[in-house]
């Protein structure tokens, strides 16, 4: 199965040159590690930063300088600082290209749970709702299943709805899975994983891919 780093290096690949990309808290915030060489992507964040960079070297980071996780982060040459106003702008006039989420449920028809637990105390939904409602295109990052080892790849959502009918596609440590015709269409599965692991895994309704393949690692030629 994927670790972590490897479902953000995975999604990496699905970045194109130019993007505009907003990395959720979680596992999308390490996406930034994995972008390749040969393109150029602009990292949001809607704290207010665009031209976000990697995680900083241990002992060189700047308790100012955060993502939206309050994780502390680096600014590439050029980057941009505003206020929340102005990056919830771009967000809902619909300037980011792609958007990275984590989850705690998706539905196989596209819905997307991950913002709260009822009965658990909630900082706050972020800029979660207003991401779904506009990006163009939302990848979501997740583990396949939770801590008690149910699945989060459900026919139905059970927990309270950040969004409606958005999440295009699903990254696990199972596999890449696309959704289409209200089931999770599993693409790419991960080396060493099998498809009754798959199965065994998976609550929505789940379809095989005809040209299903391995996900592939290229070699590692991160700007980082």
Request: glycine share 8%.
């Amino acid at each position: 199965m994927l670790s972590k780093e490897q479902i953000a290096q995975r999604i990496a690949q699905e970045l194109q040159d130019g993007y505009y990309v907003n990395l959720g808290i979680g596992i999308p915030t390490l996406v930034a590690n994995y972008v390749p060489k040969n393109i150029n992507v602009t990292f949001h964040s809607e704290n207010g930063l665009l031209g976000m960079g990697p995680f900083p070297v241990e002992g060189q980071e700047d308790a100012d300088l955060i993502n939206a996780g309050k994780q502390t982060v680096t600014a590439l040459p050029g980057a941009s600082f505003f206020d929340s106003a102005t990056s919830f702008d771009m967000i809902r006039g619909q300037h980011v290209n792609l958007t990275v989420l984590g989850a705690m449920e998706v539905s196989q028809n596209g819905d997307i749970a991950n913002w709260k637990i009822p009965g658990r105390l909630v900082k706050g939904m972020g800029g979660a709702m207003d991401l779904v409602a506009s990006a163009k295109n939302i990848i979501v990052a997740m583990m396949h299943t939770n801590k008690h080892g149910d699945s989060k790849l459900l026919s139905k959502c059970s927990l309270p709805l950040t969004g409606v009918n958005c999440v295009k596609t699903v990254i696990t440590n199972l596999g890449v899975f696309k959704i289409e015709n209200n089931s999770f269409k599993l693409v790419e599965i991960a080396p060493e994983v099998s498809l009754d692991m798959v199965k065994k895994a998976t609550n929505g309704n789940l379809v095989i891919s005809n040209s299903l393949k391995n996900i592939v690692f290229a070699e590692n030629n991160s700007k980082n």
